[in-house]
């Protein structure tokens, strides 16, 4: 009977131990609850414990260079170092200087949020904000002052510093760009500019170009295997024969615009626009016209000698100026804009072939009763 009742009480005390161990075992996913347990365990288990921790982290250190942290996990390490001042010897993933970094954005996070100012509730209307912005939109060159007297004389007495609060944080430049400038003067403006291709036997042929922004009308065209600053010269006074020059005339750093080219332009009034080194986009009207020529006739062209680019030129030309629409004029013949005719809706409709069948020219015959 004694014997029993001990081995009652041995096992029973053996299976109190073992769920006190499953119980108080470390928690592998909360620091808080792993904390807690383990208060209750004895100073050598936990020296015991750090040192197997650490030689775990010492392997794993091998293989993770670069552990990634979360924001839970940066705030976890600062607030447990600052309990200990053996914190230094305790961390291996990461550098102590880490920490310290950690803990001074931290710093700073808590004390923007902090100072942060309140928003304060605006008093204008929102018809009167939207006006601002409109006005900001559409009038690039106003500035604060501008519009409050603008505003001003709608009845709507605004302060500058309130004004300036409702503008586009990025807003344009006040002095006129590039795009403004064409629109203004387009009136005024020739682009020319210079293209290379090659014959049957690999030899350069030059193709230089006068455009008219406005039109985008082709004023001259010419070849040459030689194009020297006079040759170029002689180029735009064949442009302008009857002394019809533009203002303004833009063009690239081309050697090819020499001293004589200059003296030309001075000597008729026509004020050259050089453009920028890399900026393909300040001329892009007559690049565009040279990306066009050559993938719509030029790359699709076998080229024997400089007399045959010559005439294959003098046809794209024709048809460009007088039968295909353009985009940048609305759908408009160039060498048809601002005559507001009318296309007839009756007749046969005809296709005349355009460099060998190359392209086609689409018209209506006259209609007979």
Request: some cysteine; charged content about 25%; glycine content about 4%.
């Amino acid at each position: 009977m004694t014997s029993d009742f001990l081995t009652f009480w041995y096992f029973f005390f053996a299976w109190i131990q073992y769920y006190l161990r499953r119980w108080t075992k470390p928690a592998t996913e909360s620091i808080i609850t792993g904390s807690l347990l383990d208060l209750q365990r004895s100073h050598a288990e936990l020296i015991v414990d750090n040192a197997l921790l650490r030689q775990q982290l010492i392997v794993l250190k091998r293989q993770a260079k670069h552990p990634q942290f979360t924001h839970r996990d940066r705030l976890g390490l600062v607030l447990m170092s600052r309990f200990t001042k053996y914190w230094k010897q305790a961390v291996h993933i990461v550098q102590p200087e880490t920490i310290l970094r950690w803990h001074r954005e931290l710093f700073r996070f808590y004390w923007r949020r902090k100072s942060k100012s309140k928003k304060m509730k605006s008093r204008l209307s929102p018809e009167t904000i939207a006006l601002i912005q409109q006005m900001a939109n559409e009038n690039r060159l106003w500035g604060a002052e501008r519009m409050q007297a603008e505003l001003l004389k709608l009845g709507i007495r605004v302060s500058k510093r309130t004004i300036q609060r409702y503008l586009p944080k990025k807003r344009r430049s006040p002095s006129q760009n590039w795009v403004t400038f064409l629109k203004n003067h387009t009136d005024d403006i020739w682009a020319g500019d210079f293209t290379v291709v090659y014959d049957l036997l690999f030899r350069p042929i030059f193709i230089f170009v006068i455009m008219q922004l406005k039109t985008r009308l082709v004023i001259h065209s010419a070849v040459t295997r030689s194009p020297t600053d006079e040759w170029t010269t002689q180029q735009l006074r064949e442009a302008t024969p009857w002394d019809d020059h533009p203002k303004y005339l833009i063009r690239d750093h081309d050697r090819k615009y020499g001293s004589m080219f200059s003296s030309l332009t001075a000597s008729s009034g026509i004020k050259e626009l050089k453009t920028p080194f890399q900026a393909p986009k300040a001329n892009a009207v007559c690049e565009r016209f040279m990306g066009s020529l050559k993938r719509e006739c030029l790359d699709q062209v076998l080229l024997l000698n400089q007399r045959q680019l010559k005439r294959v030129l003098k046809e794209s030309v024709r048809y460009y100026n007088h039968a295909r629409p353009h985009q940048g004029i609305q759908q408009c013949i160039p060498g048809m804009y601002g005559k507001n005719e009318i296309p007839p809706v009756t007749g046969k409709i005809i296709s005349r072939p355009i460099l060998g069948g190359l392209h086609h020219d689409y018209s209506r015959t006259a209609y007979l009763n």
